[in-house]
């Protein structure tokens, strides 16, 4: 029977997939299905679900900095977002549909909220989450987060543990958690760790009567200035890939909507523009540039799963009709498969619109969202992670001026603190292309890892008139066609050149050593 929920999932995820979608709109669509034909989640799907989520939560949490959380444009615009839409939503279904203020309230909340689980996940796959952009979704997500726990609390009529106040043990107990990830070493010891630590967070922020989704986002946040943090969410990544499908099953087999249910989600969805343009003004009023708000408010624009899990806690102490809680499962999926393709083109989207959006940009702008100038420069590379790191010390070993480019703020800490010379540009900033003198460089080197994301920087450096040598890296060898088809000049791929440049690497060493051995009997 379980070979049943599998095969649906991935015939509907590779049919999603082939469509232009992420994957899991098709998983939604194989909930839905295996719900219509009759059949009930096998027993483990919500433990595994719930687990996917924890995982996914606790990667996030290692990329995020709790000090970008108690900024002004984060909390500000999550909470005078929340209020509006919260309130937008309560008048159009006591007017619209009938209903009393009480139901109407609590649907709207749930409707305020935007999908942790799909924003994180989205960004992650385009390699945005420590972008500008995607650590101020982030952050208003987590904002939401605390609210909805709130909301939670009050529709249980529960509060928090007294020994909630034991989680203040967590700061001190932080440098037993590094030590751990020190001793883990690799492999399989530190994929249990990542569990063990995620599944932790998750149930003992539970048992406290606090959110377990909040619980593993927190202890990953503890992490995210370990050495190995990076590694660790790296070796969970297939996991919670595996896992999350089972939530997204799930939420399609909650329910068959009805006719009700469908007016309410289509009404909704005709909403989420206005809800992402509410998230654009917002930011903007904080001073942030128009692109960082338009990427910031597409991303936000979907209805979020912890919406359903309130409204389910207030339908079981008899709050809300239970008609209500399908009727926002319909919307919620309908929402991601809405918001998928939207952010898959977001940056296109921004370009478009970008004559008309940024009109409305404040003259004095926040001090993490200004351009950049990089100097002189005769390489130029973006992404300085592993590969960019590499590429950027051989060039300079060779007597060549080199600039990096990253966009994760605590990235171009570490390299600056290690000499290196690198500043804080996004690839996808289309503005920032058209602000940078291009003609002084002899090469551009990209080394960031999404597909989507190349393409869109080689349109944008060659649309700016650069003519040198464009190279890019590429993970698989279908994506190398579409590289050079695009304007590059040049890709490498990570793992059919890795054996030849370790050859090389050999080979020089071994020179170097015959030619120590010999240079003795060249002075006789």
């Known amino acids: 029977m379980v070979g049943v929920y599998i095969a649906c999932a991935f015939v509907l995820g590779l049919g999603a997939r082939a469509l232009g979608m992420p994957p899991l709109v098709g998983f939604l669509a194989a909930g839905f299905a295996l719900d219509a034909a009759g059949l009930d989640a096998p027993g483990g799907l919500e433990d595994i679900a719930h687990a996917g989520v924890l995982l996914m939560l606790f990667t996030v949490g290692m990329k995020v900095r709790l000090r970008n959380i108690v900024r002004a444009e984060v909390w500000g615009t999550a909470l005078l977002h929340l209020a509006a839409s919260t309130a937008l939503f309560a008048i159009l279904i006591v007017y619209g549909l009938g209903t009393g203020w009480a139901v109407a309230l609590l649907v709207a909340c749930a409707l305020g909220f935007s999908s942790t689980v799909v924003v994180a996940k989205s960004l992650d796959e385009k390699g945005e989450l420590r972008a500008f952009h995607g650590r101020v979704a982030i952050g208003i997500l987590i904002v939401q987060d605390l609210v909805a726990i709130a909301v939670l609390g009050l529709s249980q009529g529960a509060a928090p543990s007294p020994w909630a106040v034991a989680l203040l043990a967590l700061l001190p107990a932080r440098r037993l958690v590094h030590r751990l990830l020190d001793v883990a070493g690799h492999g399989e010891i530190l994929l249990l760790l990542g569990i063990g630590l995620a599944l932790a967070g998750g149930y003992g922020f539970e048992a ?290 890795a054996g030849a440049g370790f050859a090389e690497e050999a080979w020089t060493a071994l020179r170097e050593r015959d030619g120590k051995a010999e240079s003795p009997e060249r002075e006789v």
């Open 208 to 497: 406290l009567g606090l959110s377990g989704e909040l619980g593993a986002l927190v202890l990953g946040a503890l992490l995210a200035d370990h050495p190995k943090a990076q590694e660790l969410a790296d070796t969970l990544w297939g996991l919670k890939e595996a896992f999350l499908v089972g939530f997204f099953l799930l939420i399609g087999m909650s329910g068959l909507p009805g006719h009700e249910a469908f007016v309410l989600a289509l009404v909704a969805l005709a909403l989420l523009p206005l809800k992402g343009a509410l998230f654009y003004g917002l930011l903007v009023g904080f001073k942030l540039r128009a692109r960082s708000g338009v990427l910031a408010g597409l991303a936000l624009a979907n209805y979020s799963e912890f919406g359903l899990i309130v409204a389910q806690a207030a339908a079981a102490r008899g709050l809300l009709p239970e008609s209500w809680v399908v009727a926002l499962a319909i919307t919620v999926a309908l929402s991601f498969a809405v918001s998928a393709p939207l952010n898959r083109a977001s940056h296109a989207i921004y370009t478009r619109l970008s004559p008309i959006v940024a009109r409305f940009e404040r003259h004095q702008r926040h001090p993490d969202d200004e351009p950049i100038s990089i100097g002189a420069a005769d390489v130029m590379i973006f992404g300085m992670g592993r590969v960019g790191r590499g590429a950027y010390e051989r060039l300079k070993a060779r007597g060549m001026r080199v600039v990096g480019l990253d966009s994760d703020p605590g990235e171009v800490e570490r390299h600056l603190a290690a000499g290196r010379r690198v500043v804080y540009g996004d690839a996808e900033d289309a503005d920032l292309w058209h602000r940078l003198r291009l003609d002084g460089l002899s090469a551009i080197l990209l080394a960031v890892p999404d597909l989507e994301a190349k393409r869109f920087a080689i349109h944008e450096i060659r649309r700016a008139g650069y003519r040198g040598l464009l190279s890019a890296t590429n993970v698989y060898p279908e994506e190398a066609g579409e590289l050079l088809d695009c304007g590059c000049t040049d890709t490498y791929n990570y793992y059919e050149q």
